[in-house]
Structure formats: C-alpha cells, structure tokens
C-alpha cells in the first residue's frame, strides 16, 4: 500500500489553520496514523485510527477520513508545530509504511 | 515503563559488516513485534522489517528483503538489524520501534550509522 501526502511542504503563521492530506492507494478503512516528527528526534504519535487523539497531544491537533483519503488539521499553530509530519497505514499487518512526509515551516 | 535502548552511533567503511541493537525493558520482549526504520539524511521513514522474538519469524519490506537481516536474542531481550557489507547509500538514522497499536507506540532513540571511505 502506498501512501501519498499533500503537500510536501506548506509554509504558514503562527496561528494559521493548516490540513495535510494523505491519499492511500487502496482503502485501509480507518487504520491511519498521524505522526510528529522533530530534527534528530524519534517521531512522536499524534493520532491513531485516523481521528483519535493520542494522550496528552493538544486539541488543536484532529484527524479525519476513512478507506483512501485522510486528514491532519491543526486549528491554530503554535511554534511548537512546525515540523515534519507522517501519515503512517496501520491496515497491512504487520508492515506498517508511511507517507512520504509533509514539512510544516514558519512563513 | 516501557523502554527500547539502541545501541550507539557507527562509523564504518564501505565493505564492512555492522550489527546494531535495541534493548527492551519493562515489558514481555516476546510477545510483541519490533521493527526496524530507516531514516536517510533529509528524507522520510521508512519500514525496513519486523521481527517477533516469540518464534523469530521475520518479515521483510520489499525494498529491503536480501539488503540487511533482522534477528532477535530473547535471552537478553534485544533485537538486531544486521549488514554483511554496507554501502555509502546505507548511511542513515535507524530506529527501532514496538509494532504500534492504538495509542501504544514505543521507538528507541535512534543509532546513526556513517559510511564512509
């Protein structure tokens, strides 16, 4: 299964409304992943099984979708957020494979 | 509490062999997979292998079946990712991580391997 996000790069404000898409190849129903990750750090786990949030991750963070297309969407961001964000498919067991990534930088 | 430990950064050269390793602790090591990730400089993650240390059965992505071996010593709760003659092309940050699910995910904190003639 392949995974496609969009874009590979957004620029945007602190503050901004943001949404990063990842399109799968085939469907994997809501078995969809969204992770964090920083320069030289491990990826952190945002949300699971497409929309739920992980403990602990703020609310600005949500996820949406089911089959082949998905979203990440951070309501307003934070300095904290701009980073490089992963679509992982959690359908293929157990090779999980991700997307190809999205960096979030500072407009 | 949960933890995977990889052992240190490696600088090698082109034709060398390499083994680098991931410590489990606080769980049962054999009941859950561990796979491993690679991470070029500047580009994405990608899913590399899995291993279960119950009964080391072993699964490999495509793009990197017959490229490293994955093996596991339950005895000591460690998992390996191994090469038998690397390559400049085999520099990377590697990861090993427990197979994730729902909220459960657990990642080591990386080994950064060097090639270097």
């Known amino acids: 299964i392949q995974l496609t996000q969009s874009p590979s790069s957004l620029s945007a404000s602190v503050g901004d409304r943001v949404t990063i898409t990842c399109r799968a190849s085939q469907g994997i129903r809501s078995y969809l992943a969204w992770y964090q990750q920083k320069p030289g750090k491990a990826p952190n786990l945002l949300i699971y099984?497409?929309?739920t949030l992980q403990s602990g991750v703020p609310s600005r963070f949500s996820g949406s979708g089911s089959g082949t297309d998905f979203t990440l969407t951070i309501s307003r961001l934070q300095p904290e957020d701009f980073a490089t964000y992963y679509c992982?498919?959690?359908?293929?067991?157990?090779?999980?494979?991700f997307g190809q990534g999205t960096k979030l930088e500072i407009k | 509490e949960v933890q995977l430990v990889q052992s240190g950064a490696e600088v090698k050269k082109p034709g060398e062999s390499l083994k680098i390793s991931c410590k489990g602790s606080g769980y049962s090591f054999t009941s859950y997979w561990i796979g491993w990730v690679r991470q070029m400089p500047g580009k994405g993650l990608e899913w590399m292998g899995i291993i279960y240390p119950g009964d080391s059965e072993t699964t490999y992505s495509p793009s990197f079946k017959g490229q490293v071996t994955i093996s596991a010593d339950k005895s000591i709760s460690t998992a390996y990712l191994q090469w038998s003659s690397l390559k400049a092309s085999d520099s990377a940050m590697y990861y090993c991580?427990?197979?994730?699910?729902?909220?459960?995910?657990?990642w080591g904190q990386g080994t950064l391997v060097t090639v270097s003639s």
């Open positions: 099984d497409a929309s």
């Open positions: 991580a427990r197979l994730p699910e729902d909220d459960d995910d657990y």
């Open positions: 992982q498919q959690r359908n293929t067991y157990p090779l999980y494979t």
